[in-house]
């Protein structure tokens, strides 16, 4: 998982409209996927597609802004949210204008384990929209004005959050998971770092992060190599060569066993619990997803969600899902629940959690779990920008280039032994970090947190 905010710079109901009808329908295990490297020695992966004139670009320099400096908390976010503020000839409004007039969408996430981009142009707009990308990236203004801004949104944002118990929940969670370490920060930093950030610490965020070292680059739709190639180094070709961004450290998580409360004066407790997971290059990483799939990653199909809200009613939703992050992974359950119910459904949770961890599936779960994640996979690949952020991840992740063409082999050789085996190393009930916001009863915390987030 990326910990992140996506910010997008197209403000257009149209455009937005006509990117979302515009598909290309490859099947994933037709895919053909090419290697491209640029004049200048820049690689990405490439999907060619001509039946509609859309290219999508996507790239992320890894690593970058995963560790901002101590008391400048949430510097890589601002920044992803004022590259588009401004750059080169264009001061804000002319930029953005230029977005809008050519239904341009270029946007920027920051995240912990990276700093990303993505772009979407008309193929008779793609000059000018490479060119409005490389001067982002190079040359952003960070003007006084655009900055103070941005701030005051995501400071707004940040106290709309504290208000939501879903928010304070995730919040408690990473920060006693990954205390000290960057995953148990706030990506947007807090309402007394945000201020003291200038625009010069945006320049030298840019300056030092940005670098072909760590670029990786994924694009899908009407190009072809050799075009893509001359795009690539028209984009990021002026970026230093090297950078010298922090490492990120592996963490192993913190607080296991714990139960935290999180009192708050509402009618439903919010429940969040976790415990270490797999990272995406381990071997279990597909068992994994099976044994998710069937434990509450599969809808109202999922075990959690049939014995916790279609038997007992005790709650709208609850569900669990894997995060695979760079250096830490948790597997993960959450839901909500009135007050006065909320022992019990965290029982059922904990029952489930041991249920699966001491008889993994049944024959038929495990055959109608491969067929879905098997045939609703193509589904996520309807559009140029879904194939681009995809073929980015598949390629951050280093699976390979031949991936989606595997992926269903992978998904199908998943064992019942394969399933016993992942369970009972990831789920324990009693090593459940616990984070609870509300008013719970039946519960009783290891540590209460007044007025926490």
Not at 35 to 63: C, M, N, Q, T, Y
Not at 225 to 239: I, M, Q, W, Y
Not at 314 to 336: F, K, N, R, W
């Amino acid at each position: 998982m990326r910990m992140s905010v996506r910010h997008f710079s197209m403000r257009t109901g149209v455009a937005a409209f006509f990117f979302a009808i515009i598909a290309i329908a490859l099947p994933a295990h037709a895919m053909d996927i090419k290697r491209v490297v640029s004049p200048g020695g820049i690689e990405a992966w490439l999907v060619e597609d001509h039946k509609v004139p859309v290219l999508a670009l996507e790239w992320a320099f890894e690593g970058a802004g995963g560790t901002d400096p101590k008391g400048k908390e949430g510097l890589a976010n601002l920044a992803s949210t004022m590259l588009d503020e401004g750059a080169g000839p264009y001061d804000s409004q002319a930029f953005q204008a230029r977005l809008q007039d050519k239904a341009i969408a270029l946007g920027f996430d920051a995240g912990r384990d990276g700093f990303s981009g993505s772009l979407r142009t008309l193929t008779e707009h793609r000059g000018e929209a490479l060119d409005l990308a490389r001067l982002a990236l190079t040359e952003p203004h960070f003007a006084p004005e655009a900055l103070d801004r941005m701030r005051a949104s995501i400071m707004a944002s940040l106290r709309r959050d504290l208000a939501d118990p879903n928010y304070v929940a995730r919040r408690q969670f990473y920060a006693t998971a990954f205390p000290g370490h960057p995953y148990g920060g706030e990506v947007r930093g807090t309402l007394e770092t945000l201020p003291t950030i200038t625009p010069d610490d945006l320049r030298a965020f840019v300056k030092g992060q940005f670098g072909r070292d760590r670029l990786v680059v994924a694009a899908a739709g009407d190009i072809s190599p050799e075009e893509l190639g001359k795009a690539l180094d028209r984009v990021f070709g002026t970026l230093p060569a090297k950078t010298a961004a922090p490492a990120i450290a592996d963490v192993t998580m913190s607080g296991l066993g714990q139960t935290i409360l999180l009192p708050r004066p509402t009618a439903q407790t919010v429940m969040l619990m976790g415990q270490p997971g797999v990272k995406r290059d381990d071997p279990d990483w597909y068992a994994a997803t099976v044994m998710n799939y069937v434990l509450g990653g599969g809808g109202f199909g999922s075990r959690l969600m049939e014995e916790v809200r279609e038997k007992r009613g005790l709650s709208y939703g609850v569900y669990s899902y894997l995060i695979p992050m760079d250096h830490a992974a948790a597997v993960m359950a959450g839901g909500s629940t009135v007050n006065a119910k909320a022992g019990q459904a965290l029982d059922i949770i904990r029952q489930e959690w041991a249920r699966m961890a001491k008889d993994g599936l049944t024959d038929q779960e495990l055959a109608d779990a491969k067929t879905y994640l098997t045939g609703s996979f193509p589904l996520q690949l309807g559009s140029t920008q879904a194939i681009a952020r995809i073929l980015l991840q598949v390629k951050r992740d280093n699976l390979g280039i031949d991936y989606l063409n595997q992926r269903d082999r992978y998904i199908n050789g998943v064992t019942q032994a394969d399933i016993k085996r992942v369970a009972q190393r990831l789920l324990d009930p009693a090593k459940l970090l616990t984070v609870l916001v509300g008013k719970p009863e039946g519960v009783t915390p290891t540590r209460t947190v007044e007025g926490g987030s």
